[in-house]
């Protein structure tokens, strides 16, 4: 930071960051509250300490957007290790079983094609997934394996290269939220009959957002606060894809008030269940909102206010 400059109050926006290895999601998120002076600071899309990349922040009254942030895609580059196993699936884990008998190149890409498309995916017991209120990795530490539902995902896209060691490939996946590149890695092992693990990962791209925009940590903190602000993604540009309804100043008023807006009052027709972007007559957004049916008519209503 910039001697003893004073940071400004209402910042509001989204920041994607290039999180660094060896630290936690978290640990990215206090460095932002402190960098933008404000405990309203969240994220979404935990990274493990291991991993690096894309990190959506959100910032301010951002924060409240966070559920409705669409990252439901990702993209990554992993290390695959092969000939060895851990209890976390990746390479800083206490090693389970190990082998030297790789397979070739086209072997692990045969095996890697069959893992493309939707499939069943056992969460790994190294998470942050919560049974019973407690989260697995914690019951992992201490020594616990408890029953994991298998869950639904989608590997769009497996590309694999050889990395230069025989027994290491590098992975270019895209795929479904929710998805485990370290199990990926432990499952292509275990179809190889060798066992695998993740050795590194770079997550590089979540929804919209890419690699290419995100800010590493260092670069933030040699900004002036200024250059911090301006970085910020408006909160708008999560909605672009959304249609926008825009009030006159006697139904805004009503609306932020948590009133339903009758479509007809307002000459608009639009389907129930639309989410839409609620600006004002001069067409700032103020809210995000959903369209239902009420007792006099098809209506709209703010779900979440973001301008005061």
Known sequence: MHGKERVMSGACGILIVNKPGGITSHDVVNRVRRLYGTRQVGHTGTLD??????????????????????????????????????????ITGRV?????????????????????GEQMQIPPMYSALKIGGQKLCDLARRGEQVEREAREI??????????????????????SAGTYIRTLCADIGAALG???????????????????????????????????????LPT?????????????????????????????????????????????????FFAVGEVGEYADGIAVKALTLFEL
């Open 96 to 116: 389970l079983t190990q082998s030297d008998r790789i397979p070739d190149a086209d072997a692990v890409r045969a095996v890697c094609a069959g893992f493309v």
């Open 236 to 284: 708008e540009a999560l909605f672009a894809d959304l249609p926008a309804i825009a009030l006159p100043a006697f139904y805004e008023r009503l609306c932020r008030c948590g009133c339903e807006i009758y479509l007809k009052k307002i000459h608009v027709a639009m389907d129930v269940g639309q989410r839409v972007r609620l600006c004002n007559a001069d067409g700032g």
């Open 154 to 175: 989608t590997v769009y896209s497996l590309t694999c290269t050889p990395a230069g060691d025989p027994a290491e490939y590098i992975l270019d996946v895209s795929c």
């Open 194 to 232: 060798c066992g695998g693990v993740m050795k590194e990962l770079t997550r590089t791209a979540a929804g919209r957002f890419t690699l290419a925009e995100a800010l590493t940590l260092t670069e933030l903190e040699e900004m002036t606060v200024e250059e911090r602000i301006a970085r910020l």
């Open 49 to 90: 300490p291991l991993a690096c990349g894309v990190l959506a922040v959100m910032v301010g009254r951002a924060a409240k957007a966070a559920q409705y942030l669409n990252c439901d895609r990702k993209s990554y580059r992993a290390v695959l290790r092969l000939g060895l196993t851990s209890d976390t699936e990746d």
